[in-house]
């Protein structure tokens, strides 16, 4: 009887422990973010435990479905990075949250720094001394969105062959998601980074604001940032997509394989709550979008529906 009962609390134990514990798999951009909505959100559940796998969102999607991790939240820099990798298998509706914008960091020991300016910095960066550090496009959104940019600059500035030798430089300098970029200007080892706004503002570094019409910060220019695209890895090996310009959307998901959708929900219901999570997405950078149009809105749970808005239109 003594061994019944003792096995019976483990089962409880970790029944509990289980239902306690949320899994959130989140963009590297976010980090701090995060940090910060998982403290506020442990002091109205203090029993809640946490484990975090940061990286680029598409690595972070291909820990679930090539690696066949459990998550409960995922939080991506791209939505589209849940409709491309997670649908229709391990995911069936998003929410767009917050906004952001491409900038271009450095520090006080980037070479160039007093000369560069909103109007000459892609002659700097053509310059052969100097270094660039970007993230892999096949990992992560800032990656790919740095590509976007460029090509966007050549149209903008009208400047053939603006584009690829500044993508093909230092591409032993590329690294799996923008965060790991920072070391690398820190050290001396890179002059210049393309990184996020919120990021570069977070970490206190100088950066360079680019023209809205390169800087994927505008909604409104959607059709114009889609003149330009490039081409990534797909759900497998075997698999291409053409990746368009689009302005930057942050967004989450449920994932099908969540082990705790309940604490799942409430923790999106704290972390989308105007006064709660999003005033700290906003106080550490990023514009919120909430509430925002959503194709899939019958698939929501019925408590994240406040948070949209019922849309028809699948590209809004």
Not at 6 to 15: E, K, M, T
Not at 98 to 107: D, G, L, T, W
Request: charged share 25%; aromatic share 10%.
């Amino acid at each position: 009887m003594k061994i019944f009962l003792i096995n019976i609390l483990l089962i409880i134990n970790l029944s509990f422990a289980q239902n306690n514990k949320l899994i959130i798999f989140h963009a590297g951009s976010f980090s701090l973010t995060m940090n910060k909505i998982i403290e506020e959100f442990k002091k109205e559940n203090p029993n809640v435990k946490f484990e975090r796998e940061i990286a680029g969102s598409r690595e972070c999607a291909r820990k679930i479905t090539e690696l066949n991790k459990n998550c409960d939240v995922f939080v991506s820099s791209d939505y589209l990075v849940i409709e491309q990798l997670l649908f229709p298998q391990y995911a069936d509706w998003y929410l767009k949250f917050a906004n952001n914008e491409i900038v271009i960091a450095y520090n006080t020991k980037s070479k160039k720094a007093k000369e560069i300016n909103s109007n000459n910095w892609w002659k700097v960066l053509l310059d052969k001394n100097i270094t660039i550090g970007r993230s892999d496009p096949n990992s992560d959104p800032c990656g790919y969105r740095t590509v976007i940019t460029l090509k966007l600059a050549e149209k903008y500035y009208a400047k053939k062959n603006l584009a690829q030798p500044i993508i093909l430089k230092n591409n032993e300098l590329i690294r799996p998601k923008e965060i790991d970029l920072i070391s690398l200007l820190d050290l001396g080892e890179v002059d210049y980074i393309f990184i996020y706004r919120s990021v570069a503002e977070q970490l206190k570094l100088n950066y360079l604001q680019l023209p809205k019409e390169i800087n994927l910060s505008d909604e409104k220019l959607n059709d114009y940032y889609k003149s330009v695209s490039l081409e990534l890895s797909g759900k497998n090996s075997n698999n291409k997509i053409i990746q368009f310009g689009e302005a930057i959307s942050y967004g989450v998901t449920i994932p099908k394989n969540s082990l705790n959708k309940n604490l799942a929900i409430k923790f999106l219901e704290f972390m989308l709550e105007k006064n709660k999570g999003i005033k700290i997405i906003e106080k550490y950078g990023q514009k919120s979008t909430i509430p925002s149009n959503c194709v899939q809105f019958e698939k929501l749970p019925n408590e994240l529906k406040k948070f949209a808005l019922k849309s028809d239109v699948k590209k809004n």
